[in-house]
């Protein structure tokens, strides 16, 4: 393609090569005849002009305007080719410019085009990396849940082997025990569990049978734990072994399987609440081995506070546990309760203070009225054994 620019307007437009060849042909063709058909009609003129002038000088006239056309002529043909040759010059010259900027946009996007491929190949490499690591990420997660999922399947299945291994055995020893060993085994495991952590959990705890039956029923256990002194050092149930932290009443129960009579938990809860008033224990806990089936009370702590204030009921393995639960819990109240004791016990000194002052004040009154009589008869006496001397 070629562009021409428009001598008239100034517009550019473009050829293709036989545009531009049939131009030039126009240009070189138009030309020639234009100047021809002009140099024709001059000479016509010249010719009639010099024919009217002279005749004579006609033929001489017509060769010199004969040689003149073949020069005309010549002079044309070599304007035209020389214009001719300029114009190709420059159409090489735009051709070429316009080829090598072609090409130089050819080389801009290959370029761009290369960077882009770039571009696409880093960022798919990156996304393949980045799926690789969430796929890998993916598959150690899925296996680690499985292995927990499968170490917490041994888990509970070893649990349950144990339970059931555990209910297994105290059916056995249910089985060869008296309804009286039966209780008694209960509260001999507790008290043995109770006695083997008593040294490093509980040092200054009291923890006996409950053995006072004066308001007409007793618990089985009473525990109580105090601050400050160990029981070994003069605890006792009173608490005068230092400020209370937690006291818990306790009732065992436990009955064989030939039982004709089954017992269920609730009926002894209204019996050990009133164990618990009595006996001024701030909890009540029922241990408890009855209704092997109620899997509310196989699930661990149960709390049977809508029935009656600060009960649980548990199975003999949360025994120790309930114990840490209630005691821990009471020791945030602690220090309020020692401040409550040291108000009492400063209630009780203004009181005392007070009852000896009244005491005082009565002794005082009778000896200064005794001496004062005394006083008034020695007087008296005096007087009169003046009289009489």
């Known amino acids: 393609m070629h562009a021409i620019i428009c001598p008239n307007c100034g517009k550019a437009f473009t050829i293709d090569e036989a545009g531009y060849a049939d131009i030039l042909k126009q240009v070189r063709d138009g030309d020639f005849e234009e100047q021809l058909r002009e140099r024709l009609e001059a000479a016509e003129r010249d010719k009639k002009n010099e024919l009217k002038l002279a005749q ?21 043909t070599s304007a035209v080719e020389l214009a001719e040759a300029k114009l190709a ?29 770039l571009a696409v190949i880093e960022a798919t490499t990156r996304v393949e990396k980045e799926r690789d690591r969430l796929r890998a990420d993916l598959e150690l997660a899925e296996a680690q849940k499985a292995l927990g999922e499968k170490a917490l399947q041994e888990k509970y299945e070893q649990q349950i082997k144990d339970r059931d291994d555990a209910i297994e055995r105290l059916r056995d020893m249910k089985a060869k025990l008296s309804t009286k060993m039966v209780g008694e085994t209960l509260e001999q495991h507790c008290e043995i569990e109770f006695n083997r952590i008593r040294a490093t959990a509980f040092p200054n705890a009291y923890f006996e049978k409950d053995n006072d039956a004066r308001t007409g029923s007793k618990g089985d256990y009473i525990f109580r734990d105090f601050a400050g002194t160990s029981a070994g050092g003069g605890a006792s149930a009173d608490g005068g072994a230092g400020t209370e932290i937690v006291s818990i009443m ?44 109620n899997e509310l009370y196989n699930t661990g702590i149960v709390d049977v506070s809508h029935r009656y204030p600060k009960m649980y009921v548990v199975r003999p393995q949360f025994f ?41 004040k009565s002794a005082f009154g009778k000896n200064y009225e005794l001496a004062s009589r005394r006083f008034g008869e020695a007087i008296t006496e005096i007087d009169k054994a003046i009289e009489r001397a």
Do not use: H, W
């Open 56 to 76: 004579a000088n006609a033929e001489a006239e017509r060769a010199k305007l004969l040689g003149e056309l073949e020069q005309a002529k010549a002079e044309t």
């Open 89 to 117: 010059a420059k159409l090489q010259d735009q051709l070429a410019e316009k080829a090598a900027e072609v090409e130089k946009l050819k080389a801009s996007i290959q370029a761009s085009e290369q960077s882009k491929q």
């Open 250 to 293: 306790f009732e065992m129960k436990n009955e064989s399987d030939a039982t004709a009579t089954k017992k269920k938990n609730e009926d002894f809860f209204k019996e050990l609440d009133k164990d618990r008033t009595e006996k001024g224990c701030e909890y009540a806990v029922l241990v408890s081995l009855l209704e092997p089936d």
């Open 320 to 360: 120790i546990p309930i114990i840490t639960v209630l005691r821990n819990a009471a020791l945030g109240s602690l220090q309020y309760k020692r401040e409550l004791e040291l108000v009492k016990a400063q209630n009780v000194d203004i009181t005392n203070f007070e009852r000896d002052l009244d005491a005082f």
